[in-house]
């Protein structure tokens, strides 16, 4: 089945480090691929997204390539922001449905 | 811009109680989505709408029933609530997608209704 792998939190990082926020998927064809994030308090948004493999997603700084050799879709910015501080989803949607499977989240801390 | 709104941030109910969950979008999106979110479990899908009165079960739907009379409006029916429904309820939208079209529609979300069952 589909499923989404994501590494557990939470991330604790100083302002101006990087990062970078694992994600692994299984799927079968060719799903799309998101990151969302939440801040405190809201529902998710939309962070980034990648079509098709070797597709680079890209927003606010962060970026996420589609890696289909590997099943991935790793998170990476190269300098967080204490405003960063949330949680990441990444998520799948399989071709051809509505849905959307997401990971369990990463909760990232950034520390002035 | 879309909006999702919810029509309670907050919500404290009792064991037994019927609960409504109101969902509105403002974007004429046809498809509508119940989730919940627990910690260490991310988002599980409840049900989903992809039409007026259409409506599908999601991966937990026990417990739960889903309203659609108009497109703009999608409500999370608890019948009897029970502690283990304590959860934030999020509610998303988004157009509906053709398939194998090369167009990829992200879910907007709403900011969530906490509920808790006592």
């Known amino acids: 089945g589909n499923s989404v792998t994501q590494m557990e939190g939470p991330v604790t990082l100083s302002e101006e480090a990087f990062l970078t926020i694992n994600c692994t998927y299984t799927?079968?064809?060719?799903?799309?691929l998101f990151w969302y994030v939440q801040y405190p308090g809201e529902g998710l948004q939309l962070l980034l997204k990648?079509?098709?493999?070797?597709d680079k997603g890209s927003n606010k700084g962060f970026e996420a390539t589609y890696r289909k050799e590997t099943t991935s879709f790793h998170l990476e910015k190269g300098s967080v922001q204490v405003s960063d501080s949330a949680v990441y989803f990444c998520?799948?949607?399989?071709?051809?449905?509505?849905?959307?499977?997401f990971g369990t989240g990463t909760r990232l801390k950034v520390l002035a | 811009d879309v909006k999702v709104t919810q029509s309670s941030r907050y919500l404290v109910k009792r064991t037994g109680e019927k609960v409504f969950l109101e969902c509105v979008q403002d974007?004429?999106?046809?498809?509508m989505f119940w989730y919940r979110q627990d910690p260490g479990l991310g988002l599980r899908l409840i049900y989903f709408?992809?039409?007026?009165?259409?409506?599908e079960k999601g991966d937990i739907p026990e417990g739960y029933s889903v309203s659609r009379e108009k497109k703009e409006r999608f409500s999370l029916i608890l019948e009897s609530a029970s502690t283990n429904q304590t959860s934030m309820y999020l509610c998303?939208?988004?157009?509906?997608?053709?398939?194998?079209?090369?167009?990829?529609?992200?879910?907007?979300f709403g900011p969530g209704t906490r509920l808790t069952v006592t």
């Open positions: 998303a939208s988004s157009p509906s997608r053709l398939l194998r079209a090369t167009h990829v529609y992200e879910q907007y």
């Open positions: 799927a079968t064809g060719y799903p799309s």
């Open positions: 990648a079509t098709k493999a070797d």
């Open positions: 998520a799948l949607s399989p071709s051809g449905t509505y849905k959307y499977i």
């Open positions: 974007m004429d999106h046809e498809n």
């Open positions: 709408s992809y039409d007026v009165k259409m409506k």
